[in-house]
C-alpha cells in the first residue's frame, strides 16, 4: 500500500505493480479516491488504475506501507493508514526530511519501521501527471542495530523483484542526514534563485550560500551524534556535480505550481534543532523565514 500517490509515490507504484502477486493499494482521502477513480493516475503517458482505501474503508490490512506523502499531509495519510496496520507491517517512508520515521513510530510503533532513502532525478508533477526518467536509487536498513535483518532482506528482495536499483546501507540514519543536507542546501535556494541547479555548477559564487547551509546542518548531526559529517558535505558536493545542471527539485516544482513548499520539514526543522541544541543557524533561518513568505502569499 502507498500513501501519497503523487510523483515520488507512482514511481513505486508503477515499479512494484510490475512484481508477480503484488498488489497496489493507494491510501487516500475520500476527494482524491473519487478523482483517482474517475481520472486514474498518469505516469509516463500511460493511465494507472488501483484500488483505493480511505479512513474507515479498509478491507485489507498491509505487508508493507510505503508512504510518500508531502509533510503537509502526513498526519492525515497516518488517519487513513491506521486501519490497515496489523502487527507485522512495515512501514517505510520515502519522504524528504529527517522527522517522518520519528512521528509515524509515535502513531503506531517505531517497531514498524525500516528507515529508507529516495536518492535520485525527481519526478515531474504537472496537473496530476508524473513523468520520471527512472534514474534512482534506493536505500533501506534497520534504524537501530544491525541494518541487516529479515524484514529488511525481504525488501530488497521485493525492489530488486521490481527491477529496482536497492542498497541495504550500513548506515540509515546516516544516508538520511546526507539526504536532509542536500536538500536543505541545495534544493531550498532554487526558489531564491527562481532556478534549477544551474547555478552551483556554472556561476561562480553559485554555491556560497549552500555551504553555509550545509554546515549548520552538519553541525546540528555532531551534536546529535551523527558521525561523517564531513564526509557527508563532500558526498553532497559530489552529487550536485555530477547531476544535470537542469535538475528542477520537488520544492522549486511546487514553487512553480503555487504548491505549499516542505519549509518546515527543511529549514524550519533546522532552526528548530537548533534553538533546541543552542546552535545558531543564522542562514537557515533566513532560508526558512523568506520560502515561509512566499507560502503565507497562497492563501491570499
Known sequence: MIAGLGALGMIYADALERVPGVKIYGIVDEARRERYAKDGRMFNGVRKDYEYITAGSSVAKADLVIVTTKSSGLSAALDEMAGVIKDDTVIISFMNGISSERIIGERFGMEHVVGAVFLGHPGQNTNGSVTHDGIFKSFIGELEGASRSERVDALEKLFAGAGLDI??????????????????????????????????????????????????????????????????????????????????????????????????????????????????????????????????????
Open 167 to 300: 542498497s541495504v546501507h550500513e548506515n540509515i540514519k546516516y544516508k538520511l542526514w546526507s539526504k536532509f543536507m542536500m536538500l536543505v542546501a541545495f534544493n531550498q535556494p532554487t526558489v531564491l534563485y527562481n532556478s534549477d541547479w544551474t547555478p552551483y555548477t556554472r556561476i561562480p559564487g553559485g554555491m556560497d550560500l549552500s555551504a553555509h547551509l550545509m554546515d549548520e546542518v552538519a553541525e546540528i548531526a555532531r551534536k546529535l551524534g551523527i558521525a561523517g559529517t564531513d564526509r557527508m558535505i563532500a558526498e553532497n558536493l559530489e552529487f550536485v556535480r555530477e547531476s544535470p545542471a537542469a535538475t528542477v527539485p520537488s520544492i522549486y516544482q511546487d514553487f512553480i505550481e503555487k504548491r505549499p513548499m516542505e519549509v518546515d520539514i527543511l529549514s524550519g526543522e533546522v532552526a528548530r534543532l537548533g534553538e533546541e541544541l543552542g546552535v545558531p543557524v543564522p542562514y537557515n533561518r533566513a532560508v526558512m523565514d523568506i520560502l515561509n513568505v512566499h507560502n503565507g502569499k497562497l492563501k491570499l
